[in-house]
């Protein structure tokens, strides 16, 4: 430790830029993450924040749920023997406000279920990002899919479907505006259970089913991922070309007696305190981002995801750094110092 703090000394200005690039690079990262994390929030929040079941819809359907429909026989039989599951279907849509401002918004009723509120026909329940447009409890909306209009009577938080607001309708309505009387999901908690004529799927794969959601969070990752690789490769070329110009000081202390072991316990060492601090640095700013982004930025970096890609990242960097140390076990002391000589 001693030796590399000592050589880091000397070498200040070269391990100085190599940390900056690492932090710049891990900053860069965890902002990525969390605005992939505040997108799928702000994409499929209504999913998202449901706990842990399976949701199914007809096997007919290809795997969107908006060409799902459940048959009525299969969905009162399994409603009445568990009290937890519910039916519920989603359709894209609009509002307008008194001032005729419009509003996309994802259009949601349900069975009676503990997990959602239950409306009257003209009644409306929404996200309460739509307070944000000046949308008030007591408000009258309407919408180019019904003659009528709906009375805000309550605002729900983290409600949201493909980017837009949930509004919450009663099913008598949902049936006027979209001309159907079949549900299109069911969703059952705590339980896998195979249903003949369904299809089954868990939180996550009923996620991936989603296009929007799919394509979104796989561009992020691939972003994200990508930028983890590029700091590997980084700790490798740096320590390789750092390894290059020290070979005549490594054939020197491999003649007194210094082992192999040791120098990559210098190596390693250089690499972990690079690292540890570009990675504090980088998790603090990350964090205070999450207090002065801008309310529109869907933003969302939790320190369990910031703790996982620092983990990632100190993998990456011992192995990349280990690769490119591997020919210091090549150097032959005696060639090492006529060639530092030379």
Known sequence: MKMALKEMKKNKSRYLIVGSIVLLISLVTFII????????????????????????????ANESFTQSHIDASKQNQI???????????IQMGSLKNEADNQQSVAFLTSTDAPLLKQVN????????????????????????????????????????????????ISQETFEEMFRTDEWQLLYLPDTTETISGLQSFSKKEFLSTIPSYQAEQMTLNMIVWFLVVISGM??????????????????ILKALGIRTSDLFKMMWSQMAMITIIALLISTAISQVFQYVAPDSMPYHLTLTTTLQLSLVFAVV???GSTLSGFQIKKIDPLQAIQQGEA
């Open 33 to 60: 993450s969390g605005l992939a994390n505040g997108l799928s929030q702000d994409n499929v929040s209504l999913i998202k924040n449901m706990p842990d079941g399976t949701f199914y819809m007809s096997e007919d």
């Open 79 to 89: 409603l009445n023997n568990d009290r937890e599951a519910f039916a519920f279907s």
């Open 121 to 168: 026909e003209g009644e409306v329940i929404l996200d309460s990002g739509l307070k944000a447009e000046g949308i008030q409890v007591g408000d009258e909306l309407s919408s180019p899919l019904f003659e009528g209009t709906f009375k805000v009577i309550d605002f729900v938080d983290n409600k949201t479907f493909n980017h837009s607001p949930v509004a919450l």
């Open 234 to 251: 980084l700790f490798a070329i740096f320590f390789y070309m750092m390894n290059v110009q020290k070979i005549g000081m490594y054939g």
């Open 317 to 319: 960097g011992f192995i």
